[in-house]
Structures are given as C-alpha cells and as structure tokens.
C-alpha cells in the first residue's frame, strides 16, 4: 500500500511535492526514452514481443532510473520466455489514441543511437508524463484501470481533501485505511474504551495523534536517505525508508522467504521496542520536555509498524509468486502469524500496482481477494491500536497535544 518500485531521479523532491509542485519538466534524453517506450507499446500490443523488449530496453539506456520502463521491460521479458502474446487488453495503445502518431515499424539503431534532441515538451509526475499542449497523458496509467470509471477515486472520492503528486492511487491508501482503523476503534462499546475515548482523551488530542500516526505511516515510503545500514563487510551507508525492504513485507530476488520473514518480523519488533521504551521513559502528568518528547518518539514507532502491518495485506503473494488466489481461497495469515503459504514479494512480482489488486478469487459473499485484503488489514491495525494506542492514550493524555 502505497510502497513505490522506485524513487524517480530527476530533482523533484517530497518536499516539492509537499509544497504542490508536481510537474517536473523533463530533460531530452527522457523524452526520447518516453518516444520509445510508446514505440514498444505498440510492438507489444502487436504480438510482436522481441521487438517490444528491445524498444524497452533502450529506453531503460536512455533513462536508466525512471520506474515505467524497467516495469514494461520485465513484463516484456516475461512474455517473451513464456510465449504468450498480449491477450487482447482494452487497454492497448490505440484505446489512448496513441496509434495516430506512432508508427510500429521496427525501431531503427541509427533512430535510437542518434543524439537526443527536444521533441516535445512533457513534463513528469514521476510515474506519468503529462503533455501540456496537448492537454494529455501520453503513456498508459501504470495502475491499469485500478479505479474503474471513477474520475475522483484516486484521491478516495475527496479531492478536496486528498492529493495523488505521484500519479499513483496507492499513495493515499496507508492514509485512508490508518483513519478507518481508528474510526473503529473509537466506535467500540466497551465501557472502558468508551469513557476513556469520551472523557479523559480530548478530541484536540485524538486529532493530532491521527495525524501524528499518518505523517510517520506515510513517512515509511519517503525517498530520504536517513537509516544507516551495515553490510556483510562492515560497511555502513544510508538508505532510505523506502529501500528498506523488510519495512514493506518486501525481498530481494535472493533472498529466501523464510530469511525476509524473520528480517519483516525484527524489523516489527524492533519499533515495538522503540515504543515501549519511550514510553517507559514518561514520568508522572507534567508537560516536561523529556515527556513529551517520548510519547512523541513512541507514536512515530506505532506510526511506522502501522505501515508495516498494512503492507503485509498489500504486498504478500503465494510461493510461486503469484497475488493470488489468496484471501479469496482462505489463504491469510497476519503480520504476527505469517502464513507457511505467503511470503514477501520481489519489486518485479509487486509491480507497478500492488499485488493486492491482483489477488483473484472470491470468497462465499462475492468480496474480492484485493478487497477482503483491505478489510483484513484494517481489522487488524484496529485491534493493535486497542493494545498500542490504547496504553499510549492512558500515559500521554496529560500533555497531549505536545505543547509548544
């Protein structure tokens, strides 16, 4: 949920896209790949796969770090080593109005090998580029029709409210589904909850913790290189956390699934540490600095096991690699019980969607595996929150929201 493949290299950072910048004009050499990869589109939708991957794989030369073309280049590859041709999807490249312009000839050296030059302006969104003449995308949604006719379900049916800068819908779903979990937890009945949710907790302190939460859930998928990590040879460098792969109930192609669930299970006890030790660290009702401080620290830990556990519904596939069928066919597990037939999924089998939306099947009432994953990852944020939150609540209502 909301994991991204790849950061994109040009300069526009998350503080930009923070601040409402989301066009990135784009340089010559990525106007070209883009030229390309259109060229490949057509190929492909052609049943001409080689061709296709060849087109693919120049424009990964041309623009080496971009996240379209690997992921069009792999699913070429994969078709050509299986031999099936394109299978007829309505989304092809003249449903986008892309055959009018754009021959499917064969690409010629001397086209590709030439010095780039500015053929037309496009500006990027990272996961799209935009013609701004033309008033139009001129690649395909990498989300397919993830949306279905819906024009405002990227932003959860609030575009008042929420923004999509990256081109994904994904990138709102941690958001959404974190509120929805806390929704139900203040909707239970127990007594206890009840007053404590009603009468001890304000709402002004409800509020920033939410948003608290969000900001450090949302924060698991920046590009910010900000952890350092130790390799085999002692070396440290920074990543970020969004190249931390265990974060994301995701792997490497070499490493063993047993290997990355015991990396995902550390990494969830390891924040649960971090919680519970800032929390220790509180001493008695006043708003002292080292108080306030610690359930800060502690809440940005939830904030991030809150990322991980929803991932592990978004990210999980069956050991052949495979979305599914999964939790159509009554195969789940959680993150605190992972199940022997799930394991974590490689960048390639994630996709440029989640592997969620691709777990087929359905179970007895018609729900989708994509959507009783969603179901299963809010129930059970919501009943980690009843231990988590709950006991965070009882030691930082005092000083909550953090005076300034």
């Known amino acids: 949920m909301g994991h991204r493949l790849w950061g994109w290299p040009t300069a526009l950072t998350d503080e930009q896209v923070r601040k409402g910048r989301y066009l990135l004009s784009l340089g010559a050499a990525e106007e070209l790949a883009v030229f390309v990869e259109s060229r490949g589109h057509?190929?492909?939708?052609?049943?001409?796969?080689?061709?296709?991957?060849?087109?693919?794989?120049?424009?990964?030369?041309?623009?080496?770090?971009?996240?379209?073309?690997?992921?069009?280049?792999?699913?070429?590859?994969?078709?050509?080593?299986?031999?099936?041709?394109?299978?007829?999807?309505?989304?092809?490249?003249s449903n986008w109005g892309c055959s009018m312009t754009i021959s499917c000839l064969p690409i010629a050296n001397s086209t590709l090998s030439a010095e780039p030059v500015?053929?037309?302006?496009?500006?990027?969104?990272?996961?799209?580029?935009?013609?701004?003449?033309?008033?139009?995308?001129?690649?395909?949604?990498?989300?397919?029709?993830?949306?279905?006719?819906?024009l405002y379900a990227y932003a959860g049916d609030a575009p008042e409210t929420f923004r999509d800068p990256s081109g994904l819908w994904w990138g709102v779903d941690h958001d959404y589904y974190t509120r929805q979990s806390l929704?139900?937890?203040?909707?239970?009945?127990?007594?206890?909850?009840?007053?404590?949710?009603?009468?001890?907790?304000?709402?002004?302190?409800?509020?920033?913790?939410e948003e608290k939460l969000v900001q450090a859930n949302i924060g698991q998928d920046s590009t910010a290189a900000t952890i350092p990590v130790t390799d085999g040879n002692g070396n440290v460098r920074m990543i970020s956390p969004f190249d931390d792969?265990?974060?994301?109930?995701?792997?490497?192609?070499?490493?063993?699934?047993?290997?990355?669930?015991?990396?995902?299970?550390?990494?969830?006890?390891?924040?649960?540490?971090?919680f519970n030790s800032e929390l220790d660290k509180v001493r008695g009702e006043a708003a002292s600095s080292t108080n306030q401080s610690a359930c800060v620290n502690a809440l940005e830990a939830l904030g991030r096991m809150t990322h991980s556990w929803q991932d592990y519904y978004a990210h999980a596939v069956l050991q052949n690699g495979k979305a599914g069928p999964a939790w159509g066919a009554g195969i789940a597990g959680s993150p605190t019980a992972l199940s022997p037939q799930l394991r974590a999924s490689t960048l390639w089998e994630h996709g440029v969607t989640e592997p969620a939306t691709r777990d087929t099947g359905k179970d007895a009432r018609g729900n989708t595996g994509d959507t009783l994953r969603r179901i299963a990852a809010t129930n059970f944020v919501e009943s980690q929150y009843r231990q988590y939150l709950v006991h965070w609540f009882k030691k930082c209502k005092c000083f909550c929201p953090p005076k300034p």
């Not at 053929?119 to 993830?146: C, K, M, Q, V």
Request: glycine fraction near 4%; proline fraction near 6%.
């Open 245 to 274: 792969l265990r974060r994301h109930y995701n792997k490497s192609s070499t490493t063993a699934p047993a290997d990355a669930d015991r990396d995902y299970l550390n990494y969830l006890e390891q924040e649960r540490q971090v």
């Open 42 to 93: 057509c190929l492909l939708d052609n049943g001409r796969i080689r061709e296709a991957r060849m087109a693919y794989e120049h424009a990964c030369r041309l623009d080496p770090l971009s996240p379209g073309h690997w992921s069009w280049l792999e699913d070429a590859r994969v078709r050509e080593a299986s031999l099936v041709p394109d299978g007829g999807n309505l989304n092809t490249l």
């Open 118 to 150: 500015r053929t037309f302006p496009l500006d990027s969104t990272r996961y799209r580029n935009y013609h701004p003449t033309l008033g139009r995308w001129i690649e395909r949604d990498p989300a397919t029709y993830a949306d279905a006719m819906n």
């Open 183 to 209: 929704e139900q937890l203040y909707r239970r009945t127990d007594p206890q909850l009840r007053y404590l949710f009603n009468y001890e907790v304000t709402r002004g302190c409800k509020v920033w913790a």
